[in-house]
């Protein structure tokens, strides 16, 4: 059974860093990706990487967020510079396994001005 569970979100200034991790288990995954909701907003991505370390952005992030990942542990990271009020969200890892998307439960991250 898949499973999914994020870690390292928290209360920062704007200009702060915080890094996120996912712990993945019970397959081994190509993609894995991280998403984001932000209060009254629709879940958007904001960026994939590959089991090969392929890594892609969304263009709000792109530049100040690097995703990384560590195969042997099955850990996808999303590290986040000069995080801004904007940032704010519940942060979301999603995997796809056998054709079936899996998400964690979400961490927050809430940005100060």
């Known amino acids: 059974q898949v499973q999914l569970v994020e870690s390292g979100g928290g209360l920062v200034q704007a200009g702060g860093s915080l890094r996120l991790s996912c712990a993945a288990s019970g397959s081994i995954f190509n993609g894995m990706a991280w998403y984001r909701q932000a209060p009254g907003k629709q879940r958007e991505w904001v960026a994939g990487?590959?089991?090969?370390?392929?890594?892609n952005y969304a263009d709000a992030v792109k530049g100040r967020f690097t995703i990384s990942r560590d195969n042997a542990k099955n850990t996808v990271y999303l590290q986040m510079n000069s995080l801004k009020p904007e940032d704010t969200a519940d942060y979301y890892c999603?995997?796809?396994?056998?054709?079936?998307?899996?998400w964690g439960k979400g961490t927050l991250v809430t940005v100060s001005s």
């Open positions: 999603k995997v796809v396994a056998d054709g079936i998307t899996y």
């Open positions: 990487i590959t089991r090969s370390g392929y890594t």
